[in-house]
């Protein structure tokens, strides 16, 4: 059965672990954000030849958001938040409300009579993302009484840990190890083969080696397996550290015929992201580049932000 096990045993930071036959599928990060919350902002700066400006939504917070219709600066403008700040990035906004159909008219409603910089609707992700897990029959559990509450408070099933049996959570669900594997640089496959992964400012890069797996038999086919293997695990990672921008992956030299092949197997793979990510395909270099879209920070950056021991 799958299991979202929502704990902030690591440095208070409110964190979901969805499980699925114990395998780590996903972590979530369920501390503050503005994603999804409505405000009525005010336009600070039109960009007249990228219709688009900067908006101050809340005191000491603005965006950047695209504009569908002309605006000047002074306005005010209905606006929610798409993508908290990543990096030095200001937060990105967009008038296209994603909100169920009774909620939007009521906000929209209460925009024509707001003032500037002022909160019009909150969203809640760990809720809403509970809600939805539990609709697909996911067991939710934490060892947080007030998160217990709160999704009780929703009509959400979950089951509040009992620590008095002297193991924790963590321990339990071995969620430190989760976390220390997720963050590693170095990620060993199944094969003895294993990635690199290396963050800068630029881009994300990612080397493919052999490593353990040194079988001579049959040479061109074991780099095609683990190449393929590698790329099953690149884009999990992508997904577990919530990895966006550029990422440049370096597989291990094969014949020129697999290369096509691997493209439409991790374009398959790119697919099933629940982030927007591109297979851009193989440089002159033969270095593949990917393209994921921002969204929320990376899991890197949210633990980094607090300090790692």
């Not at 976390?179 to 294993?194: E, F, H, N, Q, T």
Request: proline letters at 1%; a negative charge; one cysteine or more.
């Amino acid at each position: 059965m799958d299991k979202l096990i929502i704990s902030n045993f690591y440095k208070d930071i409110l964190l979901g672990f969805h499980l699925v036959d114990d395998e780590i599928e996903m972590i979530y990060d369920f501390s503050d954000s503005e994603v999804g919350n409505v405000y009525c902002g005010i336009i600070k700066d039109v960009t007249k030849n990228l219709s688009s400006a900067f908006v101050e939504f809340a005191e000491g917070k603005k965006g950047f958001v695209s504009l569908d219709s002309e605006m000047k600066s002074g306005d005010k403008i209905l606006v929610q938040v798409k993508a908290d700040p990543i990096k030095s990035k200001d937060y990105l906004l967009t008038t296209k409300l994603e909100l169920p159909e009774d909620i939007k008219s009521e906000v929209e409603r209460k925009f024509e009579f707001a003032s500037p910089k002022s909160y019009l609707y909150k969203s809640d992700y760990m809720t809403e993302t509970c809600r939805k897990m539990s609709k697909n029959g996911t067991e939710i559990i934490t060892d947080n009484i007030l998160v217990s509450q709160n999704l009780e408070g929703a009509k959400i099933q979950n089951l509040l840990y009992n620590s008095n049996s002297g193991i924790s959570i963590e321990n339990t669900y071995r969620l430190g190890k989760i976390i220390k594997d997720v963050l590693a640089k170095k990620v060993w496959m199944d094969s003895g083969a294993y990635l690199v992964i290396e963050h800068t400012e630029a881009l994300t890069a990612i080397d493919v080696n052999s490593g353990k797996n040194v079988s001579k038999k049959d040479r061109d086919e074991n780099i095609k397996a683990i190449n393929f293997e590698a790329a099953d695990y690149i884009m999990k990672h992508l997904k577990l550290r919530n990895i966006s921008g550029i990422i440049i992956v370096d597989f291990i030299n094969m014949r020129e015929e697999y290369y096509e092949e691997l493209t439409k197997h991790i374009t398959e793979l790119s697919k099933q992201d629940n982030v927007v990510c591109n297979i851009v395909g193989f440089t002159e270099l033969g270095l593949l580049e990917i393209t994921r879209k921002k969204n929320r920070k990376s899991l890197k950056e949210i633990l980094s932000e607090v300090g790692n021991d």
